[in-house]
Nanobody, 120 residues
Framework: QVQVVESGGGLVQAGGSLRLSCAAS????????MDWYRQAPGKERELVAR???????NYADSVKGRFTISRDRAKNTVYLQMNSLKPEDTAVYYC??????????????WGQGTQVTVSS
């Protein structure tokens, strides 16, 4: 019924930038909070950034000042602009969208992830 698809990952040198995109589609009435998580090899998945329905944002301490989350509500899309990338940012980045469906059910939908690799 609902799909979430990430894009924009890749290989970049330390100090470089990448912009991730995440689009939700399907039987969506509205998208609510949208999050970016990441999971590095051998580590637990961690919340990187969140943007709420009203546009409030929260960031992990490790990315504050370097990453910016934004959204286009009309397109059910969230972005993650990542600047000054470090090798420790290497991970699979996942998008999670809290959606209200046309049936008025509330669901949390995860994307399949996109790999970000930062070389030193």
């Amino acid at each position: 019924q609902v799909q979430v698809v990430e894009s924009g990952g890749g290989l970049v040198q330390a100090g470089g930038s990448l912009r991730l995109s995440c689009a939700a589609s399907g039987s969506i009435f509205s998208t609510n909070a949208m999050d970016w998580y990441r999971q590095a090899p051998g580590k637990e998945r961690e919340l990187v950034a969140r943007i709420t329905t009203l546009g409030s944002t929260n960031y992990a301490d490790s990315v504050k000042g370097r990453f910016t989350i934004s959204r286009d509500r009309a397109k059910n899309t969230v972005y993650l602009q990542m600047n000054s990338l470090k090798p420790e940012d290497t991970a699979v980045y996942y998008c999670a969208a809290d959606c209200t469906l046309t049936s008025r059910a509330n669901v949390r939908v995860w994307g399949q992830g996109t790999q970000v690799t930062v070389s030193s």
